[in-house]
């Protein structure tokens, strides 16, 4: 479990996230991602080169607020240390294509040569503090 009961079921049927990651200065970088959950963890997709990689890779500190797409908007932050995985990219992101697209994802035959391409890695962000608002009105 990640929270409590209503923050976890409250993930599991979202999709959209905005993740926080820290800069070099200690200023705050922000940036809406898909994500998806894998039992008490959960994971989205970035490149090594992009910003959130960077700053993900110095410092693992990271927030993810997950948002309720529609009213009363609800949301639950997830707190904790982010690792950069660099294996079984296609298992994952064919898992968070799956929750991004609702339903079914095939990847096609290059995919993995695409993620490779485009350095594609994940993060995993494993929590230690969950807050937020399941439930308004």
Same mark, same amino acid.
């Given at each position: ?11 599991? +049927? ?22 998806? %959950? &894998? ?17 993900? #890779? ?10 309720? =797409? ?8 997830? &707190?904790?240390?982010?690792?950069? =995985? ?5 298992? %994952? ?7 991004? %697209?609702?339903? &079914? ?6 995919? #993995? &040569? +695409? ?13 230690? +503090? ?5 439930? +308004?009105?």
């Amino acid at each position: 479990m990640i929270g409590t009961p209503a923050q976890d079921a409250f993930i599991s +049927r979202q999709k959209w996230a905005v993740v926080t990651s820290l800069r070099a200065d200690g200023s705050p970088s922000s940036s809406v991602v898909f994500f998806a %959950r &894998e039992d008490d963890t959960l994971i989205f997709s970035t490149t090594r080169d992009r910003l959130k990689g960077k700053t993900i #890779a110095r410092d693992p500190r990271l927030a993810l607020c997950v948002l309720d =797409e529609g009213a009363p908007y609800g949301y639950v932050t997830v &707190e904790g240390k982010a690792t950069i =995985e660099e294996d079984d990219l296609v298992a %994952r992101h064919v898992a968070i294509n799956r929750v991004m %697209r609702g339903g &079914e994802f095939v990847p096609p035959p290059d995919f #993995a &040569e +695409r993620l490779a391409r485009d350095g594609r890695v994940i993060v995993r962000l494993t929590p230690a +503090r969950v807050s937020g608002v399941t439930g +308004r009105g």
